[in-house]
């Protein structure tokens, strides 16, 4: 059974960091792309980051370039996004999410792309 869970999440102050991380279990993710995506109360799903297999390729949303970084570690299964400088405009569910079906990372923002899906962790900013 594929399973990817998120942790990390929680309350913050403006201006604060958090760092979240997902464990993926249950097949080798050997090659995949894989790609962080928020959801706040109301809106749609938002593309955040992604990373492929190597690392060498990253792309990040515009609202978060700059304040978010998103590595891996292949040994470990699992991929992080470090995020700074928060704002209450972030305050959303944040879920992880894998993909073998990306040739061009900006083809990384769709979602329907991804096949595996965690079941997310709540990041709350307060102002």
């Known amino acids: 059974q594929v399973e990817l869970a998120e942790s990390g999440g929680g309350l913050v102050q403006a201006g604060g960091s958090l760092r979240l991380s997902c464990a993926a279990s249950g097949r080798t993710f050997r090659g995949y792309v894989m790609g962080w995506f928020r959801q706040a109360p109301g809106k749609e799903r938002e593309f955040v980051a992604a990373?492929?297999?190597?690392?060498?390729?990253?792309y990040y949303a515009d609202s978060v370039k700059g304040r978010f970084t998103i590595s891996r570690d292949n040994a470990k299964n699992t991929v992080y996004l470090q995020m700074n400088s928060l704002k209450p405009e972030d305050t959303a569910v944040y879920c992880c999410?894998?993909?073998?079906?990306?040739?061009?990372?900006?083809?990384?923002?769709?979602?329907?792309?991804?096949?595996?899906w965690g079941q997310g962790t709540q990041v709350t900013v307060s102002s």
């Open positions: 990373i492929s297999w190597s690392g060498g390729n990253i």
């Open positions: 999410a894998a993909t073998n079906r990306v040739a061009l990372m900006f083809d990384a923002v769709i979602p329907s792309r991804y096949d595996y």
